[in-house]
């Protein structure tokens, strides 16, 4: 086990207009698990490759447990590294695929035995030590390629989007096993995936990227209620932020017909007009022409059991909108609404930059 640390690491790619990762400045801490996560492209994958040793640090530098690992070669790092695809060997049986790295370490039979049948009790796959992958289940070959890492020890593990290629049942019940597992290992983690609901659920902490650039790395709950910019905010939660333009006035930043407080910090350093940002749950569904309430059309309505979406157009924004309401909402598509926004839940952006106003 081993903190980790991403000094302005940069990864850059020859004939690349910018670099795929850059700066990159974190630190984990021992025993932590901190999930790398954002859209396609924006060098997630590539920083948990870099610290791998699979990909080459431009600038900048990696350390695992201090010391600075960035020019040794992937075997001399002690990162355990689990693939999307699982890089099972087909012709071996899920003990051989397990204990095949221990084996090339040249660690004793009897030894690798002993650390195989001990990942496979934590992993339920007792039962199957002598099935080749062809007669597994995805979930099941997931949890070898898991094993594998698990065997050796490894000061860090390193995660690239396992459960990619499972349903979406199975990607519940795994991403539970896996965040159950890191917790009784105690080993450092940095996970990478692209689905932000995996990221929230996973994490002690999220680092959430776009184009090779760190926007904001916190607790789950802190990236939620306190994003920095409007990528932040819209890319975390499900659905994400509503962003509704508004001008400013003396009676509060306005769109569609309602008007929400805007606290003087924030009106002085704004110009005529901002951006405002609701969570779903950040709306009430009220009739239409309520005073205070923004006017809007019924786009489209999820009907989710113990909830429902509720997508809005608002009248005058080019924007629209869902909210979220208990059970049924009793709304119909086309239906004309009323949306009452919570004053102490908006957050205020920069309507050019996008960078929270506070």
């Given at each position: 086990?081993?903190?980790?640390?991403?000094?302005?690491?940069?990864?850059?790619?020859?004939?690349?207009?910018?670099p795929?990762v850059?700066?990159?400045?974190?630190d984990?801490?021992d025993g932590e698990?901190?999930?790398?996560?954002?859209?396609?492209?924006?060098?997630?994958?590539?920083?948990?490759?870099?610290?791998a040793?699979?990909?080459?640090?431009?600038?900048?530098?990696?350390?695992i447990g201090g010391?600075?690992?960035t020019g040794l070669?992937?075997?001399?790092?002690?990162?355990?590294?689990?693939?999307?695809?699982?890089?099972?060997?087909?012709n071996m049986?899920?003990?051989?695929?397990?204990?095949?790295?221990l084996r090339?370490?040249?660690?004793?039979k009897?030894?690798?035995?002993?650390?195989?049948a001990?990942?496979?009790?934590?992993?339920?796959?007792?039962?199957?030590?002598?099935?080749?992958?062809?007669?597994?289940?995805?979930?099941?070959?997931?949890?070898?390629?898991?094993?594998?890492?698990?065997?050796?020890?490894?000061?860090?593990?390193?995660?690239?989007?396992?459960?990619?290629?499972?349903?979406?049942?199975?990607?519940v019940?795994?991403?539970?096993?896996?965040?159950?597992?890191?917790?009784?290992?105690?080993?450092?983690t940095?996970?990478?995936?692209?689905?932000?609901?995996?990221?929230m659920?996973?994490?002690?902490?999220?680092?959430?990227?776009?184009?090779?650039?760190?926007q904001?790395?916190?607790?789950?709950?802190?990236?939620?209620?306190d994003?920095?910019n409007?990528?932040v905010a819209?890319?975390?939660?499900?659905?994400?932020m509503?962003l509704?333009?508004?001008?400013?006035?003396a009676?509060?930043?306005?769109?569609?017909?309602?008007a929400?407080?805007v606290?003087?910090?924030?009106a002085?350093?704004?110009?005529?007009?901002?951006?405002?940002?609701?969570?779903?749950?950040?709306?009430?569904?009220?009739?239409?022409?309520?005073v205070?309430a923004?006017r809007g059309?019924?786009?489209?309505?999820e009907?989710?059991?113990?909830?429902?979406?509720?997508?809005?157009?608002?009248?005058?924004?080019d924007?629209?909108?869902?909210?979220r309401?208990?059970?049924?909402?009793g709304?119909?598509?086309?239906?004309?609404?009323g949306?009452?926004?919570?004053?102490e839940s908006?957050?205020?952006?920069d309507?050019?930059?996008?960078?929270r106003?506070?």
């Amino acid at each position: 086990m081993a903190t980790v640390r991403y000094d302005r690491a940069s990864v850059r790619y020859d004939g690349a207009d910018r670099p795929s990762v850059d700066a990159l400045d974190i630190d984990i801490d021992d025993g932590e698990f901190v999930v790398l996560v954002g859209p396609s492209g924006c060098g997630k994958s590539t920083s948990l490759r870099a610290l791998a040793g699979l990909e080459a640090v431009s600038d900048g530098r990696i350390l695992i447990g201090g010391t600075d690992v960035t020019g040794l070669s992937p075997k001399r790092r002690d990162v355990a590294m689990v693939f999307q695809n699982y890089a099972l060997y087909p012709n071996m049986t899920v003990a051989e695929n397990m204990g095949f790295a221990l084996r090339n370490a040249g660690t004793s039979k009897a030894d690798t035995a002993s650390r195989v049948a001990e990942a496979a009790r934590m992993l339920e796959l007792e039962g199957l030590l002598d099935r080749k992958p062809g007669r597994l289940s995805g979930g099941q070959r997931q949890r070898v390629a898991m094993g594998r890492a698990i065997v050796r020890h490894p000061k860090v593990f390193a995660m690239d989007e396992p459960l990619s290629n499972l349903d979406a049942r199975l990607r519940v019940s795994t991403r539970s096993q896996i965040s159950e597992l890191q917790r009784r290992l105690g080993v450092t983690t940095v996970y990478v995936t692209h689905d932000q609901v995996e990221a929230m659920t996973m994490g002690d902490r999220v680092a959430v990227l776009k184009e090779g650039v760190l926007q904001q790395v916190a607790p789950p709950a802190q990236l939620y209620d306190d994003p920095v910019n409007t990528f932040v905010a819209g890319f975390i939660g499900s659905p994400g932020m509503n962003l509704v333009p508004a001008k400013l006035s003396a009676d509060g930043a306005g769109f569609a017909g309602a008007a929400v407080a805007v606290p003087r910090s924030v009106a002085d350093g704004a110009g005529d007009t901002v951006t405002v940002g609701l969570r779903p749950e950040g709306w009430t569904l009220v009739p239409p022409g309520t005073v205070g309430a923004a006017r809007g059309s019924v786009a489209l309505v999820e009907e989710l059991g113990a909830e429902s979406l509720v997508y809005a157009r608002l009248e005058g924004v080019d924007t629209q909108v869902v909210a979220r309401s208990p059970r049924r909402a009793g709304v119909a598509i086309g239906e004309e609404i009323g949306l009452a926004p919570a004053p102490e839940s908006a957050l205020f952006f920069d309507a050019e930059s996008g960078e929270r106003l506070r």
